[in-house]
């Protein structure tokens, strides 16, 4: 993989995001948490110019395209077992009717929940045209639905699968995020600039399905399956790298973030070895490779679309988004800083819940 050693080069550091790490990582030198000296870190495994050039400016404008056509992706669902068909017909599903015919049913093979959240068993196959998604597992939840680790059962590939709720609100955030996976895949179709790449979507009866590569644990779960034991310097280092330089492409790309943070920064394999702690006194888990890619754009904003008031998750939230001053780009720097700050000491920056103890 063209990534695999990805490291900083030792030009074109000439951007906001990487003057500011650089200042950040230079600050922690001087606040004592040592750069290290006999690792030149930024010299080993340099990417050729040509890889890091700059990309193109901008050939269209992405905001006047609109990519979601619902016409398009109600298509064939086939049912996958009479049974469930039966109990979501039982259940009365918002989108079904009765089922008229075993080839075509119009109801949901799995119906919702109270919350809206696809009512799945382990083993349920979600099926969009040609493609079955068979459920192997849930790999997480959020406001916006569930993640789950799904087989498709022509291809026999893992994948990871994300269940929106077949709710207004998340149906039409899930468009917007697919919009912007879909420009991020214009801009990047081979996937250089590290984000989570979304493989397809479609929309199964009212829940918006996007289809992913499946990766690792998040740094932010492998330090708490680690006792929040900290990352060593060197693997900060690479993390932060790899991040500054896939943000740096949002940030060229016309967007924003706005949700940076461990949680959303997912190791490519989380493969650890045990190594012993002598100060410790006991085994600590150590990632075999830092390799990441960044996730979630649910939040994404382009810089012509309404910017919400409050952005982030409280502990990586920029002063001026607190103060309400209006932000940019820069609200994304600031969680960077947040971000490289735990990933090296294993608690958070910012702990306190209160503004002005916050900005203080
Ligand atoms: C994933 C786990 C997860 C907590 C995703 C992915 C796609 C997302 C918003 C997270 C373990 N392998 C794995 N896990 N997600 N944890 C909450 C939600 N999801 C993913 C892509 N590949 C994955 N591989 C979209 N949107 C938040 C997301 C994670």
């Not at 349920?124 to 916006?144: M, P, S, Y």
């Not at 998750?313 to 607190?322: D, F, L, S």
Request: charged content about 20%.
């Amino acid at each position: 993989a063209p990534n695999a050693h990805l490291q900083p080069p030792v030009s074109n550091r000439n951007n906001a995001v990487m003057e500011t790490a650089a200042s950040i990582i230079a600050n922690a030198h001087h606040s004592g948490i040592g750069l290290g000296t006999s690792t030149d870190w930024w010299n080993t495994n340099q990417m050729s110019s040509t890889s890091y050039a700059a990309p193109a400016p901008l050939q269209h404008d992405w905001s006047q395209k609109n990519l979601w056509n619902p016409a398009a992706s109600f298509g064939a669902s086939i049912v996958a077992n009479a049974t469930a068909a039966a109990q979501a017909v039982g259940a009365g599903h918002p989108l079904g009717h009765s089922a008229t015919s075993a080839q075509m049913p119009t109801v949901a093979p799995i119906g919702d929940d109270s919350d809206g959240h696809l009512a799945y068993k382990l083993g349920d196959v979600i099926e969009h045209e040609t493609q079955r998604f068979k459920i192997l597992a849930t790999l997480g939840e959020g406001t916006f639905g569930k993640v789950v680790k799904v087989k498709e059962l022509n291809s026999d590939k893992i994948m990871a699968l994300k269940v929106i709720k077949n709710v207004d609100k998340y149906r039409e955030a899930a468009k917007l995020e697919v919009n912007v996976l879909e420009k991020i895949q214009e801009k990047d179709p081979a996937g250089k600039h590290l984000c989570g790449k979304m493989l397809s979507w479609f929309n199964y009866f009212g829940h918006m399905c996007l289809v992913f590569e499946l990766l690792g644990l998040s740094v932010f779960d492998f330090l708490k399956e680690n006792n929040y034991h900290p990352y060593t310097l060197d693997q900060v280092r690479h993390i932060t790298y790899q991040l500054c330089y896939s943000v740096k492409f949002l940030h060229e790309c016309k967007l924003t973030h706005t949700d940076l943070k461990p949680e959303n920064i997912l190791f490519v394999s989380s493969d650890w070895e045990v190594c012993y702690n002598p100060k410790k006194r006991r085994d600590i888990r150590r990632v075999k490779n830092t390799e990441v890619r960044l996730i979630d754009f649910g939040s994404a904003t382009f810089d012509w679309e309404h910017h919400s008031k409050v952005v982030s998750t409280r502990h990586y939230r920029a002063p001026e988004v607190i103060l309400e001053l209006g932000w940019s780009q820069p609200c994304d720097v600031w969680s960077v800083g947040c971000i490289m700050f735990e990933l090296y000491l294993g608690f958070t920056l910012f702990q306190t819940h209160d503004n002005r103890e916050h900005l203080a």
